[in-house]
């Protein structure tokens, strides 16, 4: 018995590339030809944003989370001590988190 040899090979389509697949394609292929140029387009508002998020509102957030937190535990709110540990971990990493990059990788 003889097979088909055009029935044995079934062609697929190509994998269609989602907007998600074009966004991170775009995201690794556009710095690197920027990079080319001499520097990054995206160097000045990354660092704003940096300094934005590692500094006054990763302060002023910790402060509100810590005045809340004190308030449950002053009030004996269940979880009140676990909730506190958490809010004294996420603080700490949000505020130091350019410290911590620093002392890992010499950013």
Same mark, same amino acid.
């Given at each position: 018995m003889k097979k088909n040899p055009s029935a044995a090979r079934v062609k697929?389509? @190509? +994998?269609?590339?989602?907007?998600s697949g074009f966004l991170l394609l775009a995201m690794?292929?556009?710095p690197l030809a920027a990079h080319a140029q001499g #520097?990054? +387009?995206?160097d000045s508002g990354l660092t704003a944003m940096q300094t934005l998020f590692t500094g006054t509102v990763a302060k002023v957030t910790s402060l509100i989370a810590i005045v809340l937190g004190g308030f449950a535990f002053a009030? #004996?709110?269940?979880g009140?001590?676990?909730? @506190?540990? #958490?809010v004294a971990a996420g603080s700490g990493i949000a505020v130091l988190a350019v410290n911590?990059?620093?002392? @890992?990788w010499g950013v």
């Open positions: 697929k389509p @190509l +994998p269609r590339l989602s907007f690794l292929v556009m #520097g990054s +387009p995206f009030h #004996g709110e269940p009140a001590k676990k909730t @506190l540990a #958490g911590i990059l620093t002392w @890992l």
